[in-house]
């Protein structure tokens, strides 16, 4: 069951937090940053497992994940799943729905989530007076148009060994923004997720992880993952993994 938190004056705002160099402030003057601090009210936090939002609901707000992850999915009428991102702190979601003002997709809590809330009617209304803030959102929707084509691309041009490969050494990448370690960290999601998403059986995952081990390019124990050999594991991805 989510947990509403109001942002009270003594609480971290926008201004003050660590994720500011990543999140919605990203190369703001520093002056105009503290104009967001008005913006975000409340936070929610989402216990692992549930739903920040669903497909279908009403889009009053985009999001940005102040710590834990979730995973964004799609589903059919048939029950038919698919995954389409798993996002870190710092990162901002909901943005699907802003066309028709109505959510395309679920995102679910992959571990105990907080985000920071902000409101598509009170952003509208702080971007009259702060420009700025509508080109940060056009940065946004660029970033998520070009994550969405590197799926296309992993999906139909990439071999199973490449794919998993570039999924490993991304979230390497997105993890160091956040000051974690490039080579040993903790996957949140399970095989048969990342299979889904990147359009592999849960046996192809599992045998390629199998692989890489062999090979000596990662060691992994259930959900850990230490790199070994970085730059040969982005040889084998062969693309750009941002």
């Known amino acids: 069951m989510q947990k509403k938190i109001p942002v009270t004056p003594n609480s ?70 698919q995954i389409t991102g798993f996002l870190l702190p710092g990162e901002i979601l909901g943005m699907d729905g802003l066309l028709d003002n109505t959510h395309v ?8 989530t907080e985000v920071c809330v902000i409101r598509i009617d009170e952003m509208d209304q702080l971007s009259q007076h702060l420009p700025v803030l509508q080109q940060q959102f056009r940065r946004l929707m660029s970033k998520e148009i070009s994550r969405s084509h590197h799926l296309i691309m992993a999906l139909g041009a990439l071999r199973s060994e490449q794919r998993l490969a570039a999924f490993l ?11 974690y370690s490039a080579s040993e960290f903790i996957l949140r999601m399970s095989r048969e997720e990342i299979g889904n998403y990147l359009g592999l059986t849960l046996e192809t995952v599992s045998r390629l992880f199998s692989r890489f081990a062999r090979e000596g390019l990662i060691r992994v124990q259930q959900r850990e993952v230490h790199i070994l050999d970085m730059r040969n594991l982005q040889a084998l991805a062969g693309t750009d993994c941002g």
Do not use: W
């Open 105 to 112: 997709s679920h995102a679910i809590a992959l571990e105990d």
């Open 169 to 179: 050494v991304n979230l390497s990448q997105r993890l160091v923004v956040l000051g």
């Open 12 to 81: 971290t705002r926008c201004s003050t937090c660590m994720l500011s160099e990543i999140c919605l402030p990203l190369g703001m003057p520093r002056n105009d940053v503290a104009k967001l601090d008005e913006l975000v009210k409340e936070r929610i936090r989402i216990p692992k497992g549930s739903a920040l939002f669903r497909l279908g609901d009403k889009t009053e707000a985009v999001y940005g994940i102040r710590s834990g992850s979730l995973k964004t999915q799609l589903e059919d009428s048939s029950g038919q799943v």
